[in-house]
């Protein structure tokens, strides 16, 4: 192939850094400092592919407790499909390099990064990480993939998240991401994707797994989604991947806690239920006040609490409601399957 002077694409321009095609270059950029006036840098890379494309921004631990996403990046940046890349990756394995290193999904001043952006530059830490990671990484991006999980002692059963009848190009790279739940999810103000999407930016959040933990089965569909969405945006070629399937699902809502006490849960996530199945039990350590958890409708738990210690009114089960409940199971089936046999 020929890489002349004439059909050569230029070069990527990032935080004061040049990348000529074909280069790949990781680099450190320079958003924040700890209480000791140490630097504690961004770390970013980038694959700056031979032909054209477009600027995919992968991005993990915008939440610092959220580290899924950090193996998903690391692996995502091993992997031999990325040979020949058309276009730019842009993989971000930790945004939230303070709350990180601290086991926090909150900035040490206790705000939620998530809801900072577009942040100010001459604000408080939240909003000045936001803007400098705003202005040297986001607004370099053409689309982009935020990848979460659950909160602390919560898992989510991999899910995309996008708000749905607001762009095309959004729900194809959702619906090529293969997760097998597609949930519809509003904007929170001052998040990551609410600021692409306002800026048109196609752009989804991948959740799944907990926080503080290494899901196996939660980091393989993330790996797997991403190429799919990459082999869709034709930046890698088509073929030897897999497609899989995915159901939108209407909404969710957690199930809470009936009262204050110890849970036991007699469902596991991606289990279909039915309306009155019990889902848990709450009883008192003694087990002499018990009261049942009823699933209040048809759906798929897309998330669950691990802690078993629960006070009243606390989210315990994520029921998703879906217009074609059988769809849905035959998709959650389908990923557990593919996933046992290691195609995932
Ligand atoms: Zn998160």
Known sequence: MSTGPHT?????????HRISPGQRLSLDVPIVRLYTHAPLPIPVEVIHGRRPGPVLLVCGALH????NGVEIVRRLLHSSRLDGLSGTLVAVPIVNVLGFVQHSRYLPDRR?????????????????VAALFRREVVDRASHIIDLHTGALHRS??????LQLGVDDASRQMAEAFGAPVILNAPLREGSLRAYAQG????????????????????ISAGVRGILRVMRKLKMIPAGRGRSAASEVALGASWVRAPQDGILRPRIRLGARVSPGQILGLVASPIGDVQAEVPAPGDGIVIGINNLPLVNRGEALFNIARFKELDDAESAVDE?????ELGLR
């Not at 939620?112 to 000045?128: M, Q, T, V």
């Open 335 to 339: 990923y557990q399957e593919a996933l």
């Open 8 to 16: 050569s694409r230029p070069d990527f321009e990032i935080a004061g």
């Open 199 to 218: 800026r048109g930016i196609p752009v989804l959040t991948f959740e799944a797994g907990e926080a503080l933990r290494f899901d196996e089965w939660a």
């Open 156 to 161: 989510n059963l991999p899910q995309v998240r």
């Open 64 to 67: 610092g407790d959220e580290i």
């Open 112 to 128: 939620d990064l998530n809801r900072c952006f577009p942040g100010r530059e001459d604000g408080s830490l939240g909003a000045r």
